[in-house]
């Protein structure tokens, strides 16, 4: 081991990814040597990310599928919502992979490196890993920190879904409209549904999803998705073209807390997902560019990145889910027929004024949320 890198990186994912390839297109940091260290090759399509944008976004030319309007069904609404002035776009993980991959090639300042690491030192300065160890002069960590699952004063959420990309012998989807929640099945009166990314007319991921304080067994899911295809949109002929999984924290742990002079957290691990909803693409965006910002401005890499009124937002509305989860249903029933999409993504991106967001609050009270206020504010 005889390189000492500028940054290390812990974490060739998303966020690890979108870092470096921000910090290699800034002159600011031209001749210094990055370390992306990552377990896996990243050669697997082993998840699929959606977001909503306005007009066009820098990662256009890897959208594999765009939608215009949404679907929100549940045993008491039937509502197609239009998206405009947005978009929902889908990348699939392995074009983004290889897209940045292939941009980080030519640089010569940045390497990749397949290595497990289980700590940083902050004496040492080094990131200990299973085959060496890699000394930097700072390091971006994407590894959930150990204290989370010991620490019992926040509200945990556990956003999970097995999908199945599927294949009909019939047209059965519209392909300019997908769901964003199908609350017709649930699983034992939970906060469970189905999500479905039409591709085709006989193409979708359909996917089974829950946001609950309990972990599901794995045969649910397959349980739920027959279930759904056979019972509930009464498709009988199909093939499984492939399977994908996820586990997605949804909590309001300050994760930023962990921050250190020598070390920042990134992605899972530093709290960029959205608590209330799982979403991390756009916010991966814009917080690496606030990165980006702050070094460039001589300020710690990880100020201010999360945006605290929210975190109490989304605290209040995790601890709902938490304590009445048999009402997820209900709470989000009134939250997509009482607002617009547009006021909806505005305020899922931390872009509305408090007028805005009282509007959203307003829509959704219910003694449970004057509950969850006292008990996290």
């Not at 993980?93 to 490196?113: P, V």
């Not at 949109?233 to 909590?251: A, L, N």
């Not at 009482?338 to 009270?365: A, C, V």
Request: with cysteine; hydrophobic share 35%; proline share 3%.
């Amino acid at each position: 081991m005889g390189i000492t890198y500028f940054y290390v990186i812990v974490g060739g994912g998303l966020a690890g990814l979108q870092l470096a390839h921000k910090l290699s297109k800034e002159v600011f940091f031209k001749g210094k040597k990055i370390a992306i260290i990552d377990p896996s090759e990243k050669n697997e399509n082993d998840k699929t990310w959606c977001f909503w944008e306005k007009g066009q976004g820098q990662w256009d030319k890897i959208v594999s599928k765009t939608w215009t309007s949404t679907n929100f069904l549940s045993a008491e609404q039937d509502l197609k919502l239009d998206l405009s002035p947005y978009k929902y776009k889908r990348i699939k993980s392995l074009d983004f992979y290889n897209f940045i991959k292939k941009e980080l090639s030519t640089i010569s300042d940045i390497i990749f490196i397949e290595d497990e690491i289980s700590r940083i030192d902050p004496v040492t300065m080094q990131a200990i890993g299973e085959k060496d160890n890699y000394s930097a002069t700072h390091f971006f960590d994407s590894r959930i920190p150990s204290s989370y699952d010991k620490d019992e004063k926040y509200t945990k959420i556990y956003q999970q879904f097995k999908g199945w990309y599927i294949e009909t012998e019939n047209c059965q989807f519209d392909p300019s409209s997908f769901t964003m929640m199908d609350y017709r099945l649930r699983h034992n009166n939970s906060t469970s549904f189905t999500y479905i990314l039409p591709e085709t007319k006989k193409k979708a991921l359909v996917e089974f999803t829950f946001f609950t304080p309990f972990i599901a067994e794995d045969h649910v899911y397959d349980e739920m998705l027959k279930q759904y295809l056979s019972e509930v949109i009464e498709i009988k002929d199909y093939k499984i073209i492939s399977v994908e999984s996820g586990f997605i924290p949804m909590t309001d742990f300050p994760f930023e807390e962990i921050n250190r002079k020598e070390i920042t957290k990134i992605g899972t691990g530093g709290g960029w997902v959205k608590p209330s909803t799982g979403y991390s693409f756009k916010s991966t965006e814009k917080k690496v560019d606030k990165i980006v910002d702050n070094i460039k401005r001589g300020l710690p890499p990880g100020k201010d990145l999360i945006n605290k009124k929210f975190r109490r937002y989304d605290a209040i509305f995790l601890d709902v889910l938490a304590r009445h989860n048999e009402k997820g249903d209900s709470i989000f029933s009134k939250l997509y027929a009482k607002n617009s999409m547009e006021n909806i993504f505005k305020y899922l991106d931390e872009e509305t004024s408090l007028s805005e967001e009282m509007k959203i609050m307003f829509s959704l009270f219910g003694m449970e949320f004057i509950a969850s206020f006292f008990r996290k504010i």
